[in-house]
């Protein structure tokens, strides 16, 4: 007779993969951790780099107008 | 009138006081050696008289002070900029920029910025932590993405040694320390790690100068030997040579040059054994008002470069 399709190989396969899911859970929660952190680090890194990027020259100025003897406004903005 | 401290007549008997021997005698003492330069600088004197910023095109740069410690500064740049390429052909790019920037010069802070108008922004930071130990930032940022590079630096001084250690993006580590051997030798050791490239490198620098002359010699394991050799002819004059040899490429580049420092002027020229002829020319028109003048020529490549340029203010 032809092999009917039997249902027997299933469970082995459920009970064989409870075994890997546990652990595949732990890892995913540390994976997952870490993928958190990596996202965050990127983040911060890019958000940094465009803070600097728009703001280290008015951060200058802003300094630079701050110190003894204090520049005028007027000194600031015309040409000459 | 002052009278003269010996007296007419003494002044022709006494012989005149030796200044040589005051140096000779003088001990050499091991444990008091001097600060020697940062790594990074001991070929200062070969570079400053053999690599001046040659450009091609009309350049102006005006700095404007508004404090003895704040500045700003314009600067116009209309010519060509050449593009490394990796055929023989030199690419030229015709740019004109316009870039601003501001910089604030403490004795303990330093903060210079250029924008340019793409959106480039140059920055360093130099900053003294504490007496012995500096920071120094370097920032090329752009709006491009993955184009923007960085280098943090700290530095650590000792009483006859300097030791740095560096970070830069793709993951870069470096670190280098240079010790004073005699009063005129010092010698120093460098290392460098590229993450992203797994690739990692180690040099050696020593550097001897005296009054009149100072030679260096660069080996790094990159397969680069350098050699340079500055020798100060008069308070005015000095003259320089450079050796390099790159082992991977097997290129030999040697170059001899000159430096006039002149009340009025600065005359630096130099001749490459490319057969590249170059000279820059710094004229002081006017108290803060300099006058440039570049050339470059290279007649094998049939590349000429022509500048001329103004600069005013500090």
Redesign the interface.
């Known amino acids: 007779m032809a092999s009917r399709p039997s249902l027997k190989p299933k469970p082995k396969g459920k009970g064989g993969r409870k075994g890997p899911q546990a652990a595949g859970e732990e890892q995913s929660t540390a994976a997952a951790a870490a993928r958190f952190v990596k996202e965050w680090t990127t983040w911060t890194m890019k958000t940094t780099?465009v803070a600097?990027?728009y703001g280290?020259?008015p951060?200058?100025?802003v300094?630079?107008?701050n110190?003894d003897?204090k520049?005028t406004l007027a000194?600031?903005l015309t040409?000459? | 009138m002052a009278p003269p401290p010996y007296g007419a007549g003494l002044a022709g008997i006494l012989p005149p006081k030796p200044d040589g021997e005051e140096k000779k005698e003088e001990k050499v003492d091991y444990l008091n050696l001097p600060c020697p330069l940062p790594f990074e600088e001991i070929q200062r004197e070969a570079l400053m008289s053999l690599k001046p910023e040659l450009f091609e095109g009309l350049r102006f740069d005006f700095t404007k002070g508004l404090n003895q410690k704040f500045s700003l500064s314009h600067s116009v740049f209309m010519g060509s900029l050449e593009v490394p390429s990796q055929s023989t052909e030199t690419i030229k790019v015709p740019t004109a920029h316009y870039e601003f920037g501001a910089n604030f010069l403490d004795p303990k802070l330093m903060l210079v910025g250029r924008v340019m108008t793409d959106g480039r922004l140059n920055a360093r930071v130099k900053c003294d932590l504490t007496d012995n130990l500096t920071l120094k930032i370097n920032a090329q940022l752009t709006h491009e993405p993955h184009y923007s590079q960085g280098m943090f630096n700290f530095d650590y001084k000792g009483t006859d040694y300097r030791a740095q250690f560096q970070i830069g993006n793709n993951a870069f580590y470096g670190a280098n320390y240079i010790q004073s051997v005699t009063p005129n030798l010092s010698m120093g050791t460098e290392i460098f790690w590229l993450g992203h490239q797994r690739k990692s490198g180690i040099g050696f620098a020593s550097r001897y100068n005296t009054d009149k002359m100072v030679g260096t010699l660069q080996v790094a394991s990159t397969g680069i030997i350098a050699l340079s050799y500055v020798q100060k002819v008069s308070e005015k004059v000095s003259l320089a040579s450079d050796f390099m040899y790159n082992q991977m490429s097997r290129e030999v580049t040697s170059s001899f040059g000159y430096d006039y420092m002149l009340r009025q002027c600065r005359l630096r020229g130099k001749i490459d054994s490319n057969g590249v002829v170059a000279a820059f020319l710094e004229e002081r028109l006017n108290m803060g008002v300099n006058f440039l003048l570049s050339a470059e020529i290279d007649h094998s490549k049939k590349n000429y470069k022509f500048g001329f340029g103004m600069t005013v203010g500090e």
């Open positions: 780099k600097v990027h280290f020259i951060l200058i100025i300094i630079g107008m110190s003897p520049p000194q600031l040409p000459v």
